[in-house]
């Protein structure tokens, strides 16, 4: 059963510190999402792949976040300084850009204290 | 600004009641409506709909889209407890090779024993 994975699953970290986050799409797919989650602002976009090429990273804080697909099975999230305010639930989704429904990761829980 | 609003919030049923869940949306280039599960983690697929008037149905679930009216409704028969989970609506647009999902904040379903 092919499955997104995430890692690591949960996270904690101070104030500061570099975070990143790691995702394997399932194989064959050629879209990488990366979707945040909180309780106030439910599931926002941060950045959207295709062909391991960044197309719309528009809903990403650009001074302390990036995404990057250095191949095909790999897709990180990387936080830098990372802030209190950057706590929240980050999911990976991958899919075929031909269709519109997205498989989604389990997710790493972020806390920076 | 692309927009999908859910509706009720939150909804607190029996077991065996049916309920309805709602959503309506805004977005240019639609291209399909999903339906999504949420309970501890990942949200998992239920429903992909594209054309208006067509019912999907797996077991006691069942959606149709109204692409005229511009809304989507979520029905689940003879509920379980196991149904309680936050049911995510996301709305795909943008054109062939380039979709991306607006997702709403969900609603959140408790089914009591």
């Known amino acids: 059963d092919a499955r997104v994975t995430q890692t690591p699953r949960d996270k904690v970290t101070e104030m500061g510190q570099e975070v990143t986050m790691r995702c394997q799409p399932i194989l064959g797919h050629n879209t990488v999402f990366w979707y945040r989650q909180t309780m106030m602002q439910g599931l926002e976009l941060l950045a959207y792949f295709r062909n391991r090429a960044p197309l719309d990273d528009s809903g990403m804080p650009k001074d302390r976040f990036s995404a990057e697909m250095p191949d095909a099975t790999l897709a990180t999230l990387k936080i830098q300084p990372s802030e209190p305010r950057d706590s929240a639930v980050y999911f990976c989704?991958?899919?075929?850009?031909?269709?519109?429904?997205?498989?989604f990761g389990p997710g790493t829980r972020l806390t920076v204290l | 600004e692309d927009k999908v609003v859910q509706s009720p919030l939150s909804l607190v049923v029996h077991e065996g009641d049916t309920v309805t869940l709602n959503c309506s949306y805004e977005?240019?280039?639609?291209?399909?409506l999903l339906w999504y599960k949420q309970e501890k983690k990942a949200p998992t697929f239920l429903f992909m709909l594209t054309s208006s008037g067509i019912e999907k149905k797996s077991g006691r679930l069942s959606s149709i889209l109204d692409k005229k009216e511009l809304f989507s409704i979520l029905n689940i028969t003879a509920t379980q407890t196991g149904d309680s989970a936050v049911y995510l609506c996301?709305?795909?647009?943008?054109?062939?090779?380039?979709?991306?999902?607006?997702f709403g904040t969900g609603t959140r379903l408790l089914v009591s024993p």
């Open positions: 977005v240019t280039n639609f291209r399909s």
């Open positions: 996301a709305v795909a647009s943008g054109d062939t090779g380039f979709q991306k999902l607006v």
């Open positions: 989704a991958s899919g075929l850009s031909s269709l519109s429904k997205q498989f």
